[in-house]
């Protein structure tokens, strides 16, 4: 090492020494420089979130489980609740509501799952095609129709696992059907 690197790298640990001793200092003058440059900041990060939306929404999901912020959230809640209770209610049920869509109720055995598909002969309950000789999804060619269990109300419209939920139905009528009830369907 020479000298000049010398004493370049002394200046570096006084430096980072003094940041050491000096945080709010060091916090002070991070705000200043945020505040001053704001436009650019936010820029940088919208252009960051349209590359990255994936990482973005794992950051995102990693900051809402923060102490600090979930602390945050119970606070705004308990505000909300307070001055609009009517939309702190529709928030709510819609959260629950989505928690049941990703965590069902109810199960099945192998069995009961045979079951239904026998009481409906082995065929699609919507087409009437035969479900039975469909491959199943794994083995299904591109473009090849295949299996699938129809939950008949939605989970997303909180269908159960029970197996009365369940019927066979083909792939097509499935994707067809998408969220929507057997009733919607018909109209
Ligand atoms: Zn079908």
């Not at 000096?22 to 900041?41: A, G, M």
């Not at 409906?120 to 491959?135: E, H, K, S, T």
Request: hydrophobic residues 25%; glycine residues 2%; positive net charge.
């Amino acid at each position: 090492m020479n000298a000049v690197e010398a004493r370049r790298n002394r200046k570096i640990e006084q430096k980072r020494a003094w940041r050491l001793r000096n945080p709010d200092k060091v916090e002070s003058y991070r705000r200043k420089h945020y505040l001053e440059h704001k436009e650019d900041y936010i820029t940088k990060a919208l252009v960051w979130r349209d590359k990255n939306p994936k990482r973005f929404k794992e950051n995102q999901k990693k900051h809402d489980a923060t102490p600090k912020r979930k602390a945050k959230e119970r606070v705004s809640r308990k505000v909300l609740r307070e001055s609009d209770p009517e939309k702190a209610r529709t928030i709510s049920r819609r959260k629950a509501h989505r928690r049941r869509a990703l965590n069902p109720e109810g199960h099945y055995t192998e069995e009961q799952l045979q079951a239904r598909i026998d009481l409906y002969g082995g065929r699609c309950y919507l087409c009437d095609c035969d479900w039975d000789a469909l491959p199943a999804k794994s083995d299904a060619q591109p473009g090849e129709h295949y299996k699938t269990i129809d939950h008949v109300i939605p989970l997303s419209k909180d269908g159960t696992n029970w197996p009365a939920n369940l019927r066979p139905a083909c792939d097509r009528c499935n994707s067809s059907k998408r969220d929507n009830m057997p009733t919607e369907l018909v109209a």
